[in-house]
């Protein structure tokens, strides 16, 4: 249903339910909260993907089943968390209604050409309710997301790409694959900072310039060590003109 599975130094998560287009019930949302649970304490990995078996993302909730409840970690029992260390989605097919909302929740998105994004519970009735409300307009911007929440309609992986809800668009089938070298990618760097510069980004956005200059600041002030090391490998020839980094 849920799987866990590590690659070198990336986690990957699997929602596998393919019958029911990885739909999300009870039992999975608490799989999932369980499994990023362990990500975050699984000291070997440095980067978490989430992705969907089958062709598929994720449809969102199982509005067959219908047993989905609320909690602290949100209904589909991850997405008023923050993970400690970066996130991808791996996006193959559809990525509608609170699959969406589970990809909005990651740092990066990596998409097949053929994936569709949407707020398709609106059909339905059916809330927003895992934060696709908040983090989409930080995402794409008010205006499109009001789009998106308001026609339900779906957005193809080159328009996604373009609106900057996708970060990088791959042949099909390639999603997984693109996510996972993205991710040993982030994990070549040193993870002290990796993590102190995505925690005081989250930190301060909302806030005035003033107080995100602030968090940034005491963000940073915690890992001079490593920025020392840094500099003496710098000085030593190390990473000259933008070496290591694609």
Same mark, same amino acid.
């Not at 699959?99 to 707020?119: I, N, P, Q, T």
């Not at 339905?124 to 499109?144: A, K, S």
């Not at 956005?205 to 020392?228: K, M, N, Q």
């Given at each position: ?19 029911? %287009? ?15 649970? %362990? ?9 978490? /993907? ?9 449809? &969102? ?15 589909? &029992?991850? @997405? %008023?968390?923050?993970? &400690?260390?970066?996130?991808? #989605?791996?996006?193959e097919g559809h990525c509608v209604a609170g699959g969406l909302e589970m990809a909005l929740w990651c740092d990066l998105r990596v998409a097949g ?17 895992? *934060?696709? @409300?908040?983090?989409?307009?930080? /995402? ?11 026609? *339900?309609?779906?957005?193809? #992986? ?10 990088? /668009? /791959? ?9 996972? #070298? ?10 002290? @900072? ?19 200059? @602030? ?20 000085? *030593? *020839? ?9």
């Amino acid at each position: 249903m849920i799987d866990y599975e590590r690659h070198g130094s990336v986690a990957v998560i699997t929602i596998d339910r393919p019958e029911r %287009r990885n739909a999300i019930d009870r039992e999975a949302a608490e799989r999932l909260g369980e499994a990023w649970e %362990r990500f975050d304490a699984d000291d070997d990995v440095a980067v978490g /993907v989430l992705t969907g078996a089958g062709g598929t993302f994720s449809a &969102g909730a199982d509005l067959q089943a219908m047993d989905l409840e609320d909690g602290p970690e949100g209904y589909l &029992g991850f @997405t %008023r968390t923050r993970a &400690g260390k970066p996130t991808i #989605a791996a996006v193959e097919g559809h990525c509608v209604a609170g699959g969406l909302e589970m990809a909005l929740w990651c740092d990066l998105r990596v998409a097949g050409e053929s994936s569709k994004f949407g707020c398709f519970e609106r059909r339905f009735g059916v809330p927003l309710v895992d *934060g696709g @409300t908040q983090r989409l307009p930080r /995402v794409v911007g008010l205006g499109r997301a009001n789009e998106m929440i308001l026609t *339900g309609r779906a957005v193809e #992986a080159p328009e996604a790409h373009d609106w900057g809800l996708v970060n990088r /668009v /791959v042949a099909e089938g390639e999603a997984l694959d693109t996510a996972l #070298a993205l991710g040993e990618s982030i994990a070549e760097f040193p993870q002290k @900072t990796v993590r102190t510069d995505r925690a005081a980004t989250y930190d301060g956005i909302g806030e005035p310039l003033d107080a995100g200059l @602030t968090i940034e600041a005491w963000h940073g002030s915690r890992v001079f060590d490593t920025a020392t090391e840094g500099a003496e490998r710098f000085a *030593g *020839g190390e990473g000259r003109g933008g070496a290591g980094v694609e």
